[in-house]
């Protein structure tokens, strides 16, 4: 196939290139590199690499044309920092979301998988399914939202086909290590690295579905390569149906911690339902956390 992956110069979206050039697809990839917790940037040189802002239709859309396939991951992707500026990521997780698929649209794409969030669910109680009401606690879970029924509307007012990917708490190689608020897994990491104690935020009996990467790059794949109509518009959970909570990670790691200042919009626990994905994907996660970390 020949595959465009927007953000595939980032932490999943590299990974998911990799993947597919390993699986002798194609691969166009787009990244403004904008993401600032990123220590560095992952341009993989057998694919087709453009510095390119999906901000930009007029730039984007010429390099849809042929393509089979499109993972849609570039992102503003950090809760906090889209509390601290609000509109950039409205204007690039709508805007830049309604350019990607008007682009697949105007070019004849037969597909496009969309990259969303499990911070949809807000103080929804766990285990989260798809068919939740949705409870958005901040900037970002609101603008990934937008984004997923721009997709639902899509596929049904012009009958692109789309995936929606609700991802939880994704960790592995590559993952941001950069700044206060890079994933946690990541932060822990590096201040165990550097001998300083872990920052936890209050109360660390936060839970959290921790996700590795690869099985989110396989949950794609199984995307790309099935028909799974009438599935098309549809949201799909993508965790691993267990949760731990971050005192619990923090011990996996080190027995240094120290708490900072709580943080407002983010919620207190994570789960996913993933009978879905299982079904209608064949879907399933094969990472363990613990013997990751």
């Known amino acids: 196939m020949r595959t465009l992956v927007t953000g595939g110069a980032g932490f999943i979206g590299s990974n998911l290139v990799d993947q597919l050039i390993s699986?002798?697809?194609?691969?166009?990839?787009?990244?403004?590199?904008?993401?600032?917790?990123?220590?560095?940037?992952?341009?993989?040189?057998?694919?087709?690499n453009h510095k390119?802002?999906?901000?930009?239709?007029?730039?984007?859309?010429?390099?849809?044309?042929?393509?089979?396939?499109?993972?849609?991951?570039?992102?503003?992707?950090?809760?906090?920092?889209?509390?601290?500026?609000?509109?950039?990521?409205i204007h690039i997780n709508c805007y830049g979301t309604c350019n990607v698929l008007q682009a697949a649209r105007e070019t004849g794409v037969k597909k496009v998988i969309y990259s969303s969030t499990s911070s949809a669910y807000g103080m929804n109680p766990p285990p989260h399914i798809e068919t939740q009401n949705i409870d958005c606690l901040n900037p970002y879970s609101v603008s990934k939202v937008a984004g997923e029924d721009l997709c639902k509307m899509y596929t049904k007012l012009f009958g692109l086909k789309t995936v929606i990917f609700r991802y939880f708490n994704v960790y592995g190689p590559r993952e941001p290590i950069r700044g206060e608020y890079a994933p946690v897994i990541g932060l822990f990491q590096r201040q165990a690295k550097e001998g300083i104690p872990l920052t936890v935020v209050?109360?660390?009996?936060?839970?959290?579905?921790?996700?590795?990467?690869?099985?989110?790059?396989?949950?794609?794949?199984?995307?790309?390569?099935?028909?799974?109509?009438?599935h098309y518009g549809e949201v799909f959970n993508i965790g691993t149906g267990t949760n731990h909570s971050v005192l619990e990670l923090a011990a996996m790691i080190s027995d240094k911690i120290m708490f900072i200042e709580s943080r407002e919009g983010?919620?207190?626990?994570?789960?996913?339902?993933?009978?879905?994905?299982?079904k209608v994907l064949q879907w399933k996660p094969s990472i363990v956390l613990e013997e990751q970390i």
Request: hydrophobic content about 40%; charged content about 25%; glycine content about 2%.
């Open 23 to 48: 699986q002798n697809h194609s691969v166009v990839v787009v990244d403004n590199e904008s993401a600032t917790n990123n220590e560095k940037f992952y341009w993989n040189d057998s694919a087709e």
């Open 52 to 89: 390119v802002d999906i901000c930009n239709l007029d730039r984007i859309r010429p390099l849809f044309v042929g393509i089979d396939v499109v993972f849609h991951l570039a992102a503003v992707a950090r809760i906090q920092p889209a509390i601290e500026n609000p509109t950039e990521t």
């Open 202 to 230: 209050p109360d660390g009996h936060q839970r959290r579905d921790f996700t590795h990467v690869s099985d989110v790059v396989n949950a794609n794949i199984l995307a790309m390569d099935q028909d799974i109509e009438p």
């Open 266 to 278: 983010e919620s207190k626990e994570t789960l996913a339902d993933i009978n879905k994905a299982q």
